[in-house]
């Protein structure tokens, strides 16, 4: 296969992601499932309606309650967070993000000379985990910083981030979104304690930067893998890796229709991308219930297929996540979600949760110019919003921002 159409990269790319053409996960293994399947989870403490994360895992996993995934990640400890780009990895990678924590350690910002100026208060914060179990901020009342961090206000808190990071300590549980700190080997289950070989660990992040876009511009290679390997890598080193893995048959190359740059895939995928250049679906894509043709989907703000600049490659959709524009700079909303309907990006709406009356209002709702206007959508976004409304269990809907009177009054019908 030497390329593919937009049509196929678009529905591989949401294919891969486990959001078309409908959820095939369930409960909270499927919860685990999903994570496995995307890569990586990017978390978010903004609580609008939901937060990004539950967004996410709403697309994907039937019947979904945001407490599955901390049950997923903390009580069963099937899954970790971590780093700067704060994101959810399965747990069973631990052991290649061990040596990505090392480096930490030795380098940058958080390295050694960190640790040397802050040797007393990091000892302190340790002895106190031992002793106590896990510890959150606000359990310490270590000194102001002298200078303003947006990781924390306290030596304490900047403590535990640097610990965090070198992984000394694990975040073992959450309440709200707030951190509660543990000893590494008090949260991490013992087969996944050890550090793999440096070798074993880099080879292991080439092949998950391309594994996490699903599809990436080789031009992005080097910076994703020297991103993920913390440390820098010359040009002439990344094209020795990346012709190392096209050479034993792990990455292919791959042309995209309408663009001229090289494009990269895992070699496992091309099955996938075969079958959907054919026009049938992979029989492992089955959805357990509704498709996306029956129900539409709200994408998260920080959704892969979506966020930075992605919605406009793959679905020719603008899509700007507005929540640090001031209010008179905004276009659409606060929050404003994409709507998948099909395997298309076709609208936007803008939810925010009132928790005083649990009521989910509609703040406003835009279509593109060449979305459906007939009832099977007006009937696949009913059902959409009835699947989120019950996710954040909302007990009305006001759906008053939803302009078109004729929509407006069949969703007002269908969700009562």
Known sequence: MDSISKLTFRRFLLGQQ???PGRRFKGVNGVEAALHQMEALQLDPLNIAARSQEI????????FKPAH???MAYEKRRAFDYGGWLAMYPMKEFPFWRTYMNR?????RWGTDFARRNAAVLKDVVAALKERGPLGNRDFEGAAVKEWSYRGRKETSLALYYLWLTGEVMISH???FDRYYDLRERVVPSEYQHAV????????????SIAFLNIMREKRFRINWRDAIAREVPAGEAERKLAEMISNGLVTRLKLQGSKEDWLVLTRDLPLLETLESGRVPKAWKALQTTTDEEVTLLAPLEMVSARGRAKLVFDFEYLWEVYKPVHQRRWGYYTLPILYGDDLVARLDPKLDRKTNTLHILGFWLEDDAPKDEAF???LANGLARFRDMIAAGKVDLSGIKPVKLRSYLKSKLK
């Open 69 to 71: 995934l901390y049950q």
């Open 18 to 20: 486990g959001l078309w």
């Open 197 to 208: 070989p440096e070798k074993e660990a880099e080879d292991f992040f080439a092949r998950k």
């Open 378 to 380: 007006a009937s696949a």
């Open 56 to 63: 996410a895992l709403y697309g994907r996993v039937l019947d």
């Open 174 to 176: 959450r309440k709200g």
């Open 104 to 108: 930490r350690s030795e380098h940058g």
